[in-house]
Nanobody, 124 residues
């Protein structure tokens, strides 16, 4: 089967850290650009970070300086290290992979594969 699976979410206090994983099965993830997205209840889906196959990276202003995206091709996995978490980071986090994934203005184009999401809750 071909799929992406997110893991690593959970409950954390403000200021804490989590590392999310996005692991591919059935295809080679290093050929793909991979983005991380999040969606809170009642809000639009927000692109927050992506990493290209050649490892260039992008961060939305809302997470810049706090989150770090990386990839381990041997493990077929992309990570999102989240530090200094805030209550407003609470959302379901998704990863998506696309051979031609890119950002143009405020629009994110990642269509080929999507995971089911992992819940991140930041609360004191």
């Amino acid at each position: 089967q071909v799929q992406l699976v997110e893991s690593g979410g959970g409950l954390v206090q403000p200021g804490g850290s989590l590392r999310l994983s996005c692991t591919a099965s059935g295809f080679t993830l290093d050929d793909y650009n991979v983005g991380w997205f999040r969606q809170a209840p009642g809000k639009e889906r927000e692109g927050i970070s992506y990493i290209a196959s050649h490892r260039s990276t992008y961060y939305a202003d809302s997470v810049k300086g706090r989150f770090t995206i990386s990839r381990d091709n041997a493990k077929n996995t992309v990570y999102l290290q989240m530090n200094s978490l805030k209550p407003e980071d609470t959302a379901v986090y998704y990863c998506a992979a696309d051979l031609q994934g890119y950002i143009e203005g405020r629009n994110w184009y990642f269509h080929d594969y999507w995971g089911q999401g992992t819940q991140v809750t930041v609360s004191s």
